[in-house]
């Protein structure tokens, strides 16, 4: 190790020219908020203009539109370049949040190898092209007069290439950028997706307390009003009672006392008579009219009051879950962490700690004293691995937290991991690297070494979908129907849809991340897919079907 080390440093000396300098580039200070979208620079955060509109986006646009990019630097021992991007983020977001009363969409990308933050870097080319992408879909999901969320993009920087010239000494500092990742997959990071994973949190949070303040509010209105009423319809009825009490008694007849009746005046009789008893007729439905309301009226205010105590409880039970996370509507702030290749690895590493934790909580205990598991949750609301640089050695407790668990309904993905069958450079060059590392290990069984030398992409043992394009759809065939369901899949993807390993910019790798995206995170804004539909909307590829899956019994069909 030792040896490697010293010649990476020896080549690096000679070729001083080619070394990529362990500094941050994004030092210019970030653009104001609310300031118009403008050409990207060298900001650690910038407003970029959409560079397309469709028809149904530009009817929907406004001198607001476009996303936000921002930078968060790391060098080699994982230390943050400057605390102030990832500070100055939150910060920038809060302020922005207050101003707008918007939520967001919030995408961070951490690259891989040979990759960095500088400005004609390919990856952060890519990058934009999917937050352009996202935001259009804010846009066109969005209804008439409601505001779209804000597309935050977050691009986690390393130093990814140490030695760029000349080419051919690339694949030298494998092992040197490997240990670099996961040094920054242990580091700063981890602070950082904590940070923005708590603004995700308190945002919504604040969001469900003022739209909770609202309700009540509105409900103690109306139970005023009720109140009001109610006294009302109180003091007509005991108005009306006083009536009738005072109408009880028919109206005397008077006639001739000598038995000869004064005609005219039996006829004065007759019709007072006639009166009173029309006029209790009107009084008695007047009665029973105010009897029926003040019944309704009291039934409705002890509906409104158990169905505001069902409200508290749900509110105090949705309070408890998110401590530990859940996956937000999409009216509120929104997470998805992506990496590709080293940066897979770095996000792996940053993550399992806490994707462990949660996979192991208690679940809850049916009436047949089974347990069942509710959804895992992680600090973001989907996390994508594309093509990541990982042994299986390390994904093994991420396989070993779920393997046992239940759970009542089909789990929603939490991590998805996508490795193309064709990736040479995870299936070849890798475990090629990896040799020494195995002679420096002793694996107990042929498992293990497996595990030790290959990507989690290329094993069988974590495999848990396969991925292709049927037509225009992406498609995800289960590979064992004997599975257990599992928040955390492991998906090959035939070549068309990502070709070798840095084919991230793929439309059909694309259209398998928005699929996920869409109906995991967007469901509530996506209508029925139509390819090429003229209609306005959003429209979203079919489900995917991830597992077969019994809900009632929270068992595989």
């Keep these: 190790m030792k040896t490697r080390q010293y010649l990476i440093s020896t080549l690096c000396l000679l070729l001083l020219t080619g070394c990529a300098a362990n500094t941050a580039y994004r030092t210019h200070a970030p653009v104001q908020v609310n300031a118009p979208c403008t050409p990207t620079g060298m900001r650690s955060i910038e407003h970029v203009c959409l560079t397309e509109k469709s028809t149904d986006t530009a009817q929907k646009s406004s001198s607001n539109d476009g996303y936000l990019l921002s930078f968060v630097e790391f060098d080699d021992e994982g230390w943050m370049h400057d605390k ?36 004609n870097d390919g990856n952060v080319a890519q990058f934009q092209k999917l937050l352009e992408k996202l935001a259009q879909d804010e846009i066109k999901g969005s209804k008439p007069g409601e505001t779209p969320r804000k597309v935050v993009g977050v691009y986690l920087s390393w130093r990814g290439e140490m030695i760029s010239f000349p080419p051919v000494f690339e694949l030298m500092d494998f092992w040197n950028r490997k240990d670099a990742a996961e040094r920054v997959g242990h580091g700063s990071i981890k602070r950082f997706l904590t940070d923005i994973g708590e603004f995700r949190r308190i945002s919504n949070a604040r969001v469900k307390a003022e739209a909770w303040r609202k309700e009540k509010e509105k409900f103690d209105r109306q139970q005023a009003e009720w109140d009001a009423n109610q006294q009302q319809m109180a003091q007509l009825q005991q108005s009306v009672q006083a009536q009738l009490s005072r109408m009880a008694t ?56 158990q169905q505001m105590n069902e409200l508290d409880k749900r509110r105090k039970a949705f309070d408890e879950a998110r401590r530990d996370g859940y996956i937000a509507g999409t009216d509120e702030t929104q997470l998805i962490f992506i990496g590709h290749s080293f940066g897979g690895l770095i996000m792996h590493h940053a993550l399992q700690s806490t994707l462990i934790d949660r996979s192991r909580r208690r679940g809850i205990t049916l009436e047949d004293g089974s347990e069942k598991q509710m959804n895992v949750s992680g600090i973001a609301d989907l996390t994508i691995l594309i093509n990541p640089a990982l042994e299986g050695a390390a994904y093994e407790p991420l396989l070993d937290a779920t393997d046992n668990r239940r759970f009542l309904e089909p789990p929603r993905p939490v991590m998805l991991t996508i490795t193309a069958e ?42 848990t979908h396969k991925v292709f394009m049927n037509h225009d759809q992406p498609e995800f065939n289960q590979l064992r129907s004997d599975m257990n369901p599992t928040p955390f899949l492991v998906v090959r993807a035939t070549p068309e849809i990502i070709n070798g390993h840095n084919d991230i910019a793929n439309k059909n790798l694309e259209d398998v991340i928005r699929s996920v995206i869409l109906h995991n995170l967007f469901w509530k804004k996506c209508k029925e897919y139509k390819s090429n539909s003229p209609e306005p909307g959003l429209h979203c590829p079919n489900t995917p079907n991830f597992w077969n899956f019994h809900a009632q019994e929270g068992v595989k069909k």
């Design 84 to 119: 102030q991007q990832a500070d100055g983020l939150i910060q920038f977001l809060e302020e922005y949040q207050k101003k707008n009363d918007n939520a967001f969409l919030i995408v961070t990308f951490t690259h891989g190898w040979n990759h960095n933050a500088a400005e």
């Design 250 to 305: 028919v109206p005397s007849q008077s006639g001739n006392k000598e038995g000869g009746k004064d005609q005219a005046t039996d006829q004065t009789e007759d019709e007072k008579n006639k009166l009173w008893a029309k006029n209790m007729r009107k009084l008695r439905t007047s009665h029973l009219n105010l009897n029926k309301e003040v019944s309704n009226n009291f039934q409705m205010c002890q509906n409104t009051r």
């Design 422 to 463: 064709n990736d040479t450079a995870t299936g070849v060059s890798f475990p090629l690297a990896r040799q020494d590392t195995y002679l420096n290990r002793d694996a107990t069984t042929p498992e293990q070494r497996e595990a030790i030398l290959h990507t989690v992409g290329h094993l069988d043992r974590y495999l």
